[in-house]
Structures are given as C-alpha cells and as structure tokens.
C-alpha cells in the first residue's frame, strides 16, 4: 500500500488526519461534503473523491466512454450463503469481481487488506446459490462477507464501503486480538448498513 494509495487516503481521513484542510475533488479540486460520491479510476485502479458537478456527468452519462466509473450506492442484504467454497479463512471479508472475469477477495486486518485470487469454479457455484451475485458491477462492487462471532452478514456493497471497513480496522485494532474497540467499531459498521441500504 503507497502513501497516496485510495486505502492510505481513507486509512487517514478516518483517522482525522485530513480534518482541518478538508475532501477536495479529485478532478476539479473543488471542497466536497462529506457524504460526497467516488469515482473508480480504471486505469490506475484508484477511487478518487468527487463533487457534486464532477459526479453528475457520471450519472448522466456525459463521460462514460472514459476510464472513470461512478461507484454505486445500493447496499442489498443477501440471505445467508455458504461462502465455505470461496476459501474465506476469516469471518470477515469482500469479494470483487473484476472485468476480466476475476474475482478477488480482501479480509482487513490491522496491516492493511491482504487479499487473494478466488477460485474461477468456486465463485460460479456460489453465485448459482445467488443469482443476485451476477448483478454485481465490476470494480466498483462486492460482495461483503461477516460471519464472525455471532454475526452474519452477506452483503452487496459499494466499493467504497468496503475501503472504509478497511480503514475502520486499522484505526480501532489494538495489539495481537483486536483489542476492546474493533469489534463494536464493526457491529457499528454493519448496523449503519442495515439503516442505510438499498435495493435495486
């Protein structure tokens, strides 16, 4: 993970680091809110902070014939699925499709996201359980995944949501367990989804 990398901008921002000087627009450098809408740079494999004006061509099309894709904001709430296939060694992770037909998963940890390659053949049988998985835009989708503790969660999330929780666990992670504060900090995570979502 570089210093300028999207993770590293939002691992900061959360950690108040960015506060005083405020979000500017990635394009236009305008000051952006911040519930403010990202876009997904695919040639650099980036999410970049948008305002308002530079969003809405996006929304209605105007650049869409460029690398820059405005990340969506639904959140849909799946039933429960076995994502045993999918060789989650952890509770909590996101699974990314990507628009050469892989898949990638990341769990948090408080280093960073480590991630993998998912298994062609193991994506597809999860997704035949779950049609709605088919529906998930590449690159700037996932399926989020928290089966941690008494927990379950399987979501299909922006990526942005995803960078946050990111984020989340590497602010509140303290020593080699996670320490009193991570854990609540995710419930708080998942229960501000559950009051935002979406569907189609």
Same mark, same amino acid.
């Given at each position: 993970?570089? &210093? ?5 901008? #939002? /691992? ?14 990635? #394009?236009?450098?305008? *000051? %952006? ?32 014939? =460029? +690398?820059?894709? #405005?990340?969506? $904001?639904?959140?849909i709430r799946?039933?429960?699925?076995? @994502? ?21 998963? +990341? ?7 480590a991630q ?7 994506? $597809?049988? %999860? ?7 088919? @529906? ?6 996932? #399926?989020?995944?928290? @089966? ?7 979501? /299909?999330?922006? /990526? *942005?949501?995803?960078?946050?929780? %990111? &984020?989340?666990?590497? $602010?509140?992670?303290? =020593?080699?367990?996670? =320490? &009193?504060?991570?854990?609540?900090? /995710?419930? =708080? ?6 009051? &935002?979502?979406? @569907?189609?």
């Amino acid at each position: 993970m570089t &210093a300028g990398s999207p993770l590293a901008r #939002l /691992i900061r921002a959360a950690a108040g680091d960015r506060a005083a000087a405020g979000e500017r627009c990635d #394009l236009c450098a305008a *000051d %952006v809110p911040d519930d403010h809408r990202h876009l997904y740079d695919g040639e650099r494999d980036e999410v970049l902070c948008a305002c308002r004006p530079c969003s809405l061509l996006f929304v209605r099309g105007a650049a869409s014939e =460029g +690398h820059y894709r #405005l990340i969506p $904001q639904r959140r849909i709430r799946l039933p429960p699925l076995d @994502t045993e296939p999918l060789g989650v060694p952890v509770g909590l992770a996101f699974f990314v499709p990507r628009t050469d037909g892989t898949v990638v998963a +990341h769990y948090p940890s408080p280093a960073g996201p480590a991630q993998w390659e998912v298994d062609a053949a193991a994506w $597809q049988r %999860v997704a035949t359980a779950c049609p709605r998985l088919t @529906t998930v835009a590449p690159d700037v989708e996932a #399926l989020l995944v928290n @089966t941690a503790r008494a927990l379950r969660h399987h979501w /299909i999330v922006p /990526i *942005d949501d995803c960078l946050r929780l %990111v &984020a989340l666990v590497r $602010q509140e992670w303290r =020593g080699l367990s996670g =320490g &009193a504060r991570v854990w609540p900090a /995710i419930e =708080g995570f998942f229960a501000d989804l559950t009051t &935002a979502r979406s @569907t189609p």
